[in-house]
Every structure is written in C-alpha cells, then in structure tokens.
C-alpha cells in the first residue's frame, strides 16, 4: 500500500493553497504536517480526502489513479479540528454510522462500535446527545468513527488545537497510544499540527508545510538537527528558532559592534562572509559572563520562563528551565551557546549544523 | 308623446299592480316574487321552467354583494332551479370589472359566460362580445325599456349589452328642511334668497355653505351641505361630468361635447369646464370631515345616514334614505340636476347668458355575453330572466340591489306608495323626474363610449383630484387633462375615437 | 436609574400592545354593528353605543343569493394552495439553497451570489406585471382556474423566502459535517438526506412558516389569476367591498382570517424561544 | 466541494423558476415593445417607442418614484427602530415575555388588504374612532384626504403591518448572540447604552442589513395599502410606482406600456437595491 503524490499544484484567485507537492507515503508510520495556520495542511488533506480536486499534478494510490476515485469511496477517515459529528444521532448512531453505509452486518457493526468506543474510553455512553457531551468527548467520538472503518488512510486536521491544555496532552499521549497499533494495521496516517512540541512527541515523519509548498521531508530527529532552511527552522520550533544575520570574519562570529562570538568547530570550513545565525531558545544561558541585554518581556509558562530580550537592533528569546520574575528594562546578562549555532546562507539554505556539518 | 307613454305605462303597472293580490305557484316557491307573482313574458319564471339546461354550466362574472351582485347569485339560484343549468357566479370589486374581464378577453380565454359591467365599457368590449339576438330585441319586455337605456345599451343601432339596469344622475335634498319654514325664514334673512329646491349650480353652492357644520336636524351630530363623489377612482369622472353639463352642453351647439368632432380637439378645458371645476373646488368646502375622499359608498353612508344636505350622483343614496329602517325615510326629496344661468358657446365663443340644464344620462351597470362563450343561448335567457318583469319589480324594491328603474313601467308612483311606504308625494316627485330625465329632454350627453376609455376617464379623475386637493388650479388642472386626452387621441388614433364617438355624438344632437 | 428605565419599557410595550390590539378591537366591535350603528358615528360598546346584530357574522355563511359571501370554499382553496406551494418551495427552494451554500458556480459573469440574488429578486418584481403572460401561458397550459395553476404562481412567489432563509441557514451549518457524511461513505444525495436534511428541520420550520405567511397574506396575485372556480380567501373578503362597504362583515371577515395564523404565531414563537430560530435566521 | 451533482441540488428549483417565468419575462419584454391596449390587443412593433415616453414624457412615473422612494425608506427606517427596540425590550427581563412577543408578531400574520380595510375604517374622518378622539379637541385631521397627512396614514399603517417582521429577524438575531462579549462588557463596568453601542449594535449589523434589505424589497412594492386607503389620492399625492404600473396597466388596459414601466422600475430597483445594501454594509460594518 502505499500513497504518492506528484507536482499538486492548486491555485485560487492569484494564491497558491497547494504549490508542487509531491510526496509518498507508506503504512505502519505516522506522517506529521507541521505548518503555520493556512500553510495548506487542511487544503492538502482534504485532497486526499478527495474533497477537493486540484488543478494539476496526480495523486496516486497503489499505483492507481486515485483522483477518479470520489470521496465516498475512497476509504479514507478524517477528524477535523471542529467537533464534527451528526448532531441528529446518538453517540452509537454516530459511530456506527460509516459502518451502516457499507451495508456491514448488524452483529459485526455492533462489535466493532463497541471495540472503537473501548479504544476512544467512551463506554458508556452510547446513547447520550451529541450536544451533551464536552468537546473532549465530541472529538473522542469523531476519532472513534473514523477508526471503526479501518480506512486505509486516516487523516487528523489538527485535532487537538481547540481542546484545552489539559485535555490536549492527555488526548496526545492516548491518540499516540492508539495510532501506533493503527499503524500496525496496515493504515497511512495523516496528522496535521502546528504545535511543533507535538510534531515532534509523535515521531513519525514530518512533513514542513509552508505557503503550500513543502519545504522538507524527513524523520523527526533529521528535523530537529538539520532544517533545510531559516523557514523550516522557525516553523519547527517553539519558540521559533531565534535569528540573527551577521558575519564570519577575522575567525569570528561577528552578530553587531558588542556580539561577538568565537567561530565554533563546525563552523571551521565556512568561509568568511554573510549568514544568518540560528540559535534555539535553550542555546542562551543567563550568566555574568555573557552580553548586557535588557529585559524586553518576561513570559511564565509552565515551569518554564521565556525571555524575550534586546541589544540594540538584536532581539531574542530564551528560554529558562525556571521561573523567575524580571522587571521590563532590567539589564541582564546573556551568553550565546556557540556549539549550538546554525548557519544558513543568504538564500536561506542550511549551511552548517551543529549536529553534523553538512558541507 | 309623453302622454302616450304615460299612458302605456298606466296599463302595464295596472296590470302589475292587479297581479299582487294573486300569489301563483311560482311565488310559493320563489318568495322574492312573492308581490307580482310570476309576470307573464318569454322569460318568465313558467317560460324558463320549459327549458332544460341541466348538465350545462354557466359562469358569470359580477359584481361584489350586494349591490348588482346579490340579485345576480339571487336570479342564478332561481335560474338554475328552472332550467337544471349550474351556475357559477364570481364576485368582483367595481374597480376591478373591467379588467376581470378584458384580461381573459385579450388573452383569447372564455372563463366568463356573462360579464356584469358598465355601460361605457362598450366599445372596448364590444369586439369581444356577442350581440343581443333578434328574438330578445324585439320581445315586450324589452318593448318597456326606455330610449335611453336601449341607446347607452346599444352601437350604432345595434344592442351589444343587455339592459338590466337603470342609472341616473339626479339631484337628492332633504325635503324636511328646505320645507322648513323657519329654516326658509332665516335662510332668506341671511343671504336674502328663497330657500328652495336649487335650481343652479350657485345656489345648490350657497344652500349647501349655509347647511354645513351645524346641528340643522337635532341629533347631536354635526351635519354638512353635500356629499359627493370626490375620490380619485373609477366613478370620480362622473361627478364632475354631472356638474359640467349644464355650463358646457350648448344645445344651439352640435358637434361633440368632449371633443370637437371635426378636429378631434378636446374640450374639457373649455371656460364651461373650468367653471364647473371651480364650483367644485369650491364645494371642498361644504362636505363633510373626508368628503374629498369619499367614494360612492361613503357617499350613500353619508347622504343615506342623514349626514347631508344634498347629494346627486346615483340612485343608491335616495334608495338608501327611504329605506324602512332609515332614520330619514320620507324625508328626502329628488330633482332633476341643478342647472346654470349661463351656458359657453364654443362656436361663437361667449356665454350664452340664458338657463340651461341637461341630464348627463350616466353609464350605468349592465350585463353581456361573451362572443367566445359557447353557451350563447344559456346565457341570454339567463340575463332575460335577469330583467323579467317579476324579478324586475321585486328587485327595485330593495335598496341594497342597486337595481333601479328603467323601463316605462317603473314609472309610476304607485309602486312605491303600495309596495314600499314612500310619501305619495315623494314618490310622484321621484317617477316624474325619472321619467323626464328618461324620455323628456332633447339636451343631454351620453357618456364617453370610445377606445380606451378608462385612459381618458382616469386623466379626468387625476385632473380634477389635483384641483379639489389645491395642487392646480382648475384651469391648469383641465389644460392638463386636456393635453393628456391628446396624447391618449393620438396614440390611439384620432380616426378611430371619432368613429367611436361619433356614434354618442349622434344621439346628443338627435339625429 | 433603573427603575426609570424598567417602568419606560413597560410603559413603551404597553402602548405598542394597544397600538397592535386597537384596530382588532375596532373590528371586533364593528363586527356587531349594522348601518345605523355604523353611519351614526363612531361607537364602541355593544348594548350601551349600539344595540348588537350578529348579521356581519352571518353574511359569512350565507350564499351569496341571499346577500352572503361564502367564504368556506375560498378559505378551503386558501389553505390547499398555501401550504402546497410553500411545501413545493421548500423542497426546490432548499435544495437549491443547499447547492448554493456548498458548491460553486461559474457560468459567464454569473457567481453563487447572482443565482441567490436572482432568486431573490423574484419578489422584487410588481405582481402586476405578470397578470397577462401568466393568464396567457396558463391558459396554453390548461391550467387557467385551477388549484394547481395557482400553486404554480405561488410557488414563483415563494420559492425566493426558501431561498433566501435556506441560504442562511446553511452557511451556518458547517460544511464540515457534510464532508465527514461524504467521507463516511455517502454519496452527495446521501450525504443531503441522510445528513443534511435532518440537521435542517429547524430551517426548514422557519422557512415553511414564512412562506405560510407571505402566502396567505398575499392579494394581488391571486386577485389577479383567479378568475372563475378558484377563490383565494383575500379576494372573497375583498369582493365584499361592494359600493356600500359593509364595515360589519368586513370586520367579521377580516378576524375569521387573522384567526388561523394566530397559531402559526405560537409556533413561531415557540421556535424562537427554543432558540431554534434564532440558528435559522441570520 | 465541487461535484458533478451540485447541478441536481441546483437545478430543479432554477429550472422551475426559470420555466414558469420564462414566458412571462420574455413576453413582458416583447410587450414592451408593442402598443398593445385595450384598443389594440396584440403584438405590433413600435420600437422603443414605450421607453422613449417614459423617459421623455412621464413626470408622474418618476414623481411616483420618488414619493415611494421616501415611503419605503421612512417606513422601513422607522419599522427598523421600533422593530429593534421591541426586540430588545421583550429580548429578556420582562413578565408575560411569551404572551408580548406573540402579540408583537401578529399584525404581519394577517392579510394587508384585509387589515388596510379595518384601518380606513379607523381612520375614517367622520365615522372613526381617531377623529373621535380628535374632535375631543375640536380637531378633525384628514387622514385619508390630506396631500400630506395621507402619506403619514399610509406609514402608520405599514409600520403596524410590518415592524412585526423587523422585530421577528432581531430578535431571533439577539437571541443567538454569543453571551461572551455582553460579559466582557459587564466585567468593564459598562452601562446598558454603552454596552448596546459597543456590543449589540455591532453584532446585530449583519442581521439588520439582511432585514433592511428584505423588508426595502417589500416595502417597495407598497401597493395594497395605497390601493385600499387612497387610491393614491388625493391627486396623486399617494400614488406609489407598483400602483402607478397597476392604473397604467390594469385600470387603463394600456399593457405595452405599463411593460415597459414595470421593466424600467425592475431595473432601477435592483440597481438601486444592490447601491443600498453595499452603502449599508459600508456604514453599519464601519460603526
């Protein structure tokens, strides 16, 4: 089994929602979208879905030609970022729904709504109103409906953004659980986020989607070490990537008039000129040794306190494994962790990792 | 002549009048004819028993209930009884008649057997509708039809719609107080006239000014000088006809009243027109609270209820007063129109400074059959039955029928005095004016019977109501009309509203 | 402060009551009245203004031979072709709403917007307009003075407030569910009846009543195409307006058919308070 | 979503339509070019001979557009105050809530030709209970018979058919607004008309501009009322243009004409419609 797409290109009035993509997809593996918000991920789902056709290029499925193929036969299940089920049925109704469509047997639909509904720990409650329930329980039944198919493809459009906190990470750690024996089932999975925090806790491939185009495809970790390019580094991230354009020279990194950096060892074979800098929040460290910045703004998440400070026309964020209360316009000091610097070119192309150099 | 008729008529009310006291099997079973008894004609209850119509189904189109309406669904049940035929009678707002009627018409469809309407839809109609046999021409009944109402039935000579009903202009007064001695007495104190039946135009204005917003009966109510018809509607154009005949209508003078028929130029804005007019703007005055809104319901709600002084349009208002629950039963007298001291000559251009007074014999309703109906026959003997003698008498006699006279036999006091209690002396005033206006007078005008007439009636209607609510005066209002009625003569062709109207014009100069 | 403005508001909706309830009073009185009563001035209370009749009341049910109007045909006629046309309206009118919610066409200049708008600018034209092509096309068609040829101009009539209120309706129902239908296995019809159409019921109510509505309180189309057999229940009252307009069974009239859509008041209110209304109305 | 059975959802309601007015449309069209009449019934060919007079020579036409121009607005204007304002009172907060918003609703229930009856006789200017209640003060208004108060009668009237309607939509509309912003507004301390001014009023301007709209499309075809209360009298001072079509065609049988009259102001309105509700949507959207 296995998905392909080759050169989808769709375009409305002047704008490209999908621009050339190609990819292939195989089962028994997650696939993670990760863009920002109208990257085209929903677009490039639905697609797949076959609700939308696009303008040019192909999709294939086990070599066929799944674009002849219309939707209600495609086998594909989707839950989107909205609670979608049948206001007018019932939990079980609900469920069974799909089931009912395939003219299943009635013993067989009972079994395997019961089984899904185990999966998704709504036993129980198979005769409640949709509107009864909380959105947890909306989303759960909505993720129940599309694995009582056992469609070849599953798609989730960003299915956790509109639960809270709580709830998002307690639902991610169960649809990990249940998406990995899914996937040992034979099934593509599709799962579009913008949260690179949970991009990256799914494993899985990750595909980075940005103004419709993907922009890399590769494992989580691949990811993580080397972002193919500055975009990449900052959709991936959380906070993004911090960024600053500068210079090599006179065997330094030369960020502005105060910030100046040794040349780390990976960045040895980078001849002298311009680049952009990359440096993750976890990569700037308060310590007296480090440059004055002044407190620009001070974010307590969690455990976690995130610094947004400035020097000049530099401004970055760090990232405190503490929290901690600055005043706005206290000076503190900062140091760059040089081993964890990226270096891109002009063109936005990743020309040195820390992870392994790539020239 | 006049004798003779009256003498005729002697004869046949005679007749009629003997029939009352013996009630026949008809009566029994019809109670509506239960005063005259079936009259024997060709169209009697007995002769229409003969015939069988069953399984055949006649459509009528007529007007709302009661008035004309009632008696049609009324004569329909009775017909239908005689004959077996269903007949389906729709009923239909006044204003709407007309185009009930022409839309099917111009569309080529016969949903309607027999079209209820008015006299002067005749020449729009005409081509649509099926000529009064021979056979019904030349019988009795119609025999006692009066001239007038046979010409306003009939083109060129030829009768189109069937005479069902009478219809008239004349004048209504409240006889308790223009009788009224004392009222007399300051009425003469005051404004140093008799006060007496209005004779002119100006002294109808000046009575009326002097009766109005006072309590002149004692009921606790205001009363006013006159209520007419000054609404801007279909019956608007008649009004002011009937108070523009006596200034315009020369009879030194031939050649058309409305137009000049020679050059098809309108006359409406003539200094005859324009006079009336300006008694009319003038009369705004003397109505009551609304007046200058009031169709011809309110008019007989008004005059009939005792609100007026005077009213003059149709029948409806006196049948209304003299009804037996009226407050004012005998109590209201009838006169001819009131007339005018000087007349225009439009050949020598002057007033002739003499008396004159004309009826404007009025369009009235009448009935027709349909030239596409398939059911010619059905329907004719309906409208015959419609008119007999019997159903004639005992319609008259109910006020909210509006069925009114017009054959030679209604005019007789007696009918009234016996079957309906009037004051013998009313009711003589009543017969005699009817029967002059009928048959007497040699200066009248027919109404406007030519294509298109309802454009030319609603540019009346638009000019005047633009004078009585002060927005022209009546001179601009006029020139404004007139200018109209030449772009509607143009459009629809001067050649053939002369041929149209000459065959009205014909009938005024008595040719 | 706030006492003042809750006693304004009482005050303001209690005159607009009697401003709402006055003229059906009037009626209501005038009912009882004959013509003395009613050309004596204004009266209002029965036995101490006017001595009573129950005579407006009974017109109604009179032939029309005996000075009566019969109304019970026409009201008959009246209910048939209102709720005929307004169920064929919604049917189309839904549909069609559905198609212009969910899909996009393209043909020309024209967009989803246009076709909406067309449809809506149905009632835009004056019925007058209409009265001899239509009398023409149903007389071509063998359906002049029959109850279907007149569902027929009401469906043109009311088919636009379908419309109108459909599209509303569902571009607020999330596209969503129908693509998870389609998904599931529908296809597109399924998909609608399955779906679609049970989520719709509300709309629908709410659509089928104002299309009751607009229907039994139109006059001029069906004072214009109705010509023989077939009376609508305005026209009837109507041609009661003979030369006398008899206040009396005007009045009776007119309170005989306010009465049935007093319900359809209940039932909307009833929809509003539930709050499924307020989801069908923009 | 985009496939081929959109067109079976679409087209059977187009095609109805579009089949039962097609031949009324395009006849209405040739008509227009004809000079049928009373007179002459039938499809001759004059051109443009019907549009040339009415654009030429017809100040009533366009007098009887601007007078219902200013009837539609001021009534739809003021039935948009009074409607909104009703839905607001009854909205919540108030005893026998049901019974009010029942009553509120029921003019629009009942046949304006029936009802227009029952007020000209109201308004009756000798026998009506309003001038009874006037000449208390020695007064008698001429409702019906005035140039200017007619139109005033003629308002009153639609305002009681129809603010129903405008009342219905808005309070529908208040009742599905979310309670969020109406909170927010509570926590900020703000006062009932600050809070309608800066909350209501922006989340109902979506609403209001659909319900304006319909009811100008309506309003505009104002006819029943003229036709019973004034017969566009006196003079012409009520004579809207639906009314103006309805003599030129149905009272005076002159049906090419009266074509090309009804063509003209189909036109005018929808263009006109269209300008209305973009102004609008500018103006409330912007506030």
């Known amino acids: ?359 | ?511 | 402060m706030r006492t003042f403005y809750v006693t304004l508001k009482y005050i303001a909706v209690t005159l607009w009551s009697m401003f709402v309830i006055a003229p059906f009073l009037w009626a209501l009185s005038t009912s009882f009245k004959d013509f003395n009563s009613v050309t004596s001035g204004a009266t209002y209370i029965p036995w101490v203004d006017f001595e009573p009749t129950l005579e407006g009341w009974r017109v109604l049910l009179r032939s029309p031979a005996q000075g009566g109007v019969n109304i019970v045909e026409p009201y008959l006629n009246s209910i048939f072709v209102t709720c005929f046309a307004s169920l064929i309206s919604i049917a189309l009118g839904t549909l069609a709403a559905y198609a212009l919610s969910r899909f996009t066409f393209k043909a020309g200049f024209i967009r989803n917007d246009d076709i909406t708008f067309f449809f809506i600018s149905q009632r835009i034209m004056p019925p007058v307009v209409l009265a001899i092509p239509f009398f023409i096309m149903l007389g071509k068609l063998g359906l002049l003075d029959t109850l279907f040829g007149l569902v027929m101009v009401y469906v043109v009539l009311l088919m636009p407030i379908a419309v109108w209120i459909m599209v509303d309706f569902f571009n607020k129902v999330p596209i969503e569910i129908d693509e998870t239908a389609l998904i599931d296995g529908c296809n597109p019809y399924q998909a609608f009846y399955k779906v679609v159409l049970p989520n719709s019921i509300p709309g629908m109510v709410v659509a089928g009543l104002f299309c009751m509505i607009f229907g039994w309180t139109d006059f001029f189309f069906a004072f214009i195409l109705t010509f023989t057999e077939v009376q609508l229940l305005p026209v009837a009252i109507v041609s009661l307006n003979s030369s006398i307009t008899p206040w009396w069974s005007l009045s009776a009239a007119a309170l005989v058919s306010v009465a049935p859509l007093i319900v359809v008041a209940f039932i909307v209110e009833r929809y509003l308070s539930k709050g499924n209304l307020s989801g069908a109305l923009k | ?287």
């Open chain 2, 1 to 511: 002549m006049n004798k003779t008729i009256r003498i005729s008529t002697m004869v046949v009310t005679a007749s009629l009048l003997a029939a009352t006291a013996q009630a026949d099997k008809w009566s029994d079973q019809f109670p509506h004819i239960k005063n005259t008894g079936d009259v024997a004609g060709e169209c009697s209850y007995e002769s229409m028993s003969k015939k069988d119509y069953s399984g055949q189904k006649l459509t009528i189109n007529t007007h709302a209930v009661p008035v004309i309406g009632e008696p049609t669904a009324l004569h329909a049940q009775q017909f239908s009884k005689l004959t077996g035929a269903e007949v389906n009678v729709i009923h239909t707002p006044a204003g709407d008649l007309y185009s009930k009627a022409m839309i099917p018409f111009q569309a080529g469809q016969a949903p309607y057997d027999i079209v209820f309407g008015f006299s002067n839809f005749i020449r729009d109609w005409k081509q649509y509708l099926q000529p009064v046999p021979a056979k019904y021409v030349n019988m009795p009944q119609m025999q006692d039809v009066t001239q007038s109402h046979i010409d306003v039935n009939s083109w060129d000579g030829e009768m189109i719609q069937f005479p069902i009903d009478g219809d008239r202009h004349y004048l209504k007064y409240r006889k308790d107080v223009i009788d009224n001695p004392e009222y007399q007495a300051k009425y003469k104190a005051e404004t140093g006239n008799e006060l007496r039946i209005p004779r002119t135009w100006k002294e109808y204005a000046e009575m009326a000014t002097f009766f109005n917003g006072w309590d002149w009966d004692n009921d606790g109510e205001l009363e006013y000088g006159s209520a007419e018809v000054m609404k801007k509607d279909d019956l608007m154009f008649a009004a002011f006809f009937s108070r523009s005949v006596a200034y315009a209508k020369n009879p030194r003078v031939p050649g058309g009243y409305f137009f000049d028929l020679e050059t098809m130029e309108p006359l409406i804005n003539g200094p005859g027109f324009v006079e009336a007019l300006t008694d009319w703007v003038e009369a705004t005055k003397y109505v009551p609270p609304g007046g200058i809104n009031f169709g011809l319901g309110d008019e007989i709600n008004s005059f009939g209820g005792g609100q007026t002084l005077f009213s003059f349009s149709w029948d409806d208002a006196f049948v209304a007063a003299m009804q037996d629950d009226s407050p004012i039963k005998n109590k209201v007298g009838v006169a001819p129109l009131p007339g005018s001291d000087r007349v225009w000559n439009r050949s020598n251009k002057s007033w002739d400074m003499e008396y004159n007074q004309a009826p404007y014999i009025v369009w009235g309703w009448t009935a027709a059959v349909a030239k596409a109906s398939k059911k010619h026959d059905m329907a004719f003997d309906y409208l015959c039955f419609f008119a007999n003698d019997a159903n004639h008498q005992a319609d008259i006699a109910i006020g909210r029928f509006g069925v009114n006279p017009f054959k030679k036999s209604d005019f007789d006091a007696d009918i009234y005095i016996e079957r309906q209690g009037w004051d013998p002396i009313i009711a003589n005033q009543y017969a005699d004016t009817l029967m002059e206006m009928e048959e007497g007078s040699t200066n009248r005008v027919f109404p406007l019977r030519v294509p298109g007439v309802f454009q030319f009636n609603s540019a009346i209607a638009t000019g005047t109501s633009k004078a009585l609510a002060g927005q022209l005066s009546p001179q601009e209002a006029l020139d404004e009309v007139a200018a109209e009625w030449k772009k509607i003569v143009k459009r629809i062709g001067a050649d053939t509203v002369r041929e149209a109207y000459s065959v009205g014009v014909a009938l005024e100069d008595n040719l």
């Open chain 4, 1 to 287: 979503m985009n496939f081929k059975h959109k067109y079976m959802f679409l087209l059977p309601g187009l095609l109805v339509l579009l089949g039962i007015l097609i031949f009324p449309i395009g006849f209405t069209v040739r008509l227009s070019l004809s000079s049928w009449d009373s007179f002459f019934p039938g499809l001759d060919f004059i051109g443009l001979e019907n549009y040339v007079r009415l654009f030429t020579d017809d100040a009533r036409f366009w007098e009887s557009f601007q007078r219902l121009s200013f009837l539609s607005i001021t009534t739809v204007f003021l039935q948009y105050i009074l409607g909104f304002s009703l839905a607001l009172m009854v909205w919540k907060d108030i005893v026998f809530q049901r019974f009010f918003r029942v009553l509120f609703l029921i003019p629009m229930m009942t046949t304006p030709v029936i009802m227009t009856v029952i007020w000209k006789t109201v308004f009756h200017e000798s026998l009506g209970p309003v001038n009874d209640f006037f000449s208390l003060f020695g007064m008698t208004p001429l409702w019906l018979s005035s140039e200017g108060l007619s139109k005033v009668t003629v308002i009153i009237v639609e305002v009681w058919q129809w603010t129903p309607f405008m009342f219905l939509l808005l309070l529908a509309g208040l009742l599905s607004l979310p309670k969020e912003p109406f909170l927010a507004a509570s926590i900020d301390g703000a006062g009932p008309i600050r809070k309608f001014v800066y909350v209501t009023f922006p989340l109902m301007a979506p609403i209001s501009i659909g319900a304006i709209i319909i009811r100008l499309i309506e309003a505009s075809k104002i006819m029943d009322t003229v036709y019973v209360l004034t017969s566009g009298g006196p003079g012409t001072s009520s004579e809207t243009s639906s009314f103006y079509i309805f003599i030129k065609g149905l009272r005076e049988f002159q049906f090419g004409y009266s074509a090309a009259l009804s063509l003209t102001y189909l036109i005018i309105m929808i263009i006109s419609l269209t300008v209305i509700a973009k102004m609008l949507v500018k103006l409330m959207i912007r506030s």
């Open chain 1, 1 to 359: 089994m296995s998905l392909r797409a080759s050169h989808l290109t769709l375009n409305r009035e002047n704008e490209f929602y999908l621009n050339d993509v190609s990819f292939e997809m195989l089962p028994g593996k997650i696939y993670t979208i990760i863009g920002r918000t109208l990257s085209g991920k929903t677009t490039l789902l639905k697609t797949i879905a076959g609700l939308i056709t696009q303008d040019s290029g192909e999709l294939l499925f086990n070599g066929g030609n799944f674009d002849v193929i219309p939707v209600w036969k495609r086998q594909v299940a989707m839950v989107y970022q909205q609670f979608i089920n049948y206001p007018h049925l019932n939990v079980y109704e609900n469920v069974a729904f799909p089931l009912k469509q395939r003219k299943i047997l009635a013993t067989e639909i009972d079994k395997r709504v019961k089984q899904a509904l185990d999966q998704v720990g709504l036993i129980g409650f198979e005769k409640r109103k949709i509107q009864a329930l909380s959105g947890g329980q909306q989303q759960r039944v909505a993720l129940a409906r599309s694995l009582v198919k056992e469609a070849n493809i599953l798609l989730l459009d960003e299915p956790l953004v509109n639960l809270d906190y709580k709830l998002r990470e307690q639902l991610r750690e169960e649809f990990k659980k249940i998406f990995s024996s899914k996937a040992s089932e034979n099934a593509i999975l599709i799962y579009s986020t913008t949260d690179p925090v949970e991009a990256m806790q799914l494993g899985g491939e990750i595909l980075v989607m940005d103004e419709g185009r993907i922009l890399q495809q590769a494992s989580a970790k691949e990811i993580y070490e080397n972002p193919k390019t500055t975009k990449v580094a900052e959709i991936t991230n959380d906070p993004a990537m911090n960024l600053f354009s500068g210079n090599i020279a006179e065997g330094k990194v030369l960020l502005n008039s105060t910030i100046q950096l040794n040349l780390p060892t990976h960045f040895l074979e980078l001849p002298d000129g311009a680049y952009t800098f990359g440096l993750r929040a976890s990569g700037i460290t308060l310590n007296k040794s480090g440059f004055p910045f002044q407190v620009e703004l001070a974010e307590i998440s969690g455990s976690e306190t995130f610094l947004h400070l400035g020097q000049e026309e530099i401004h970055v964020v760090g990232l405190l494994d503490a929290v901690k209360n600055f005043d706005i316009g206290e000076t503190v000091s900062a140091s760059f962790d040089i081993e964890k610097l990226f270096a891109f070119g002009s063109d936005g192309n990743l020309m040195s990792s820390p992870y392994c150099g790539l020239n």
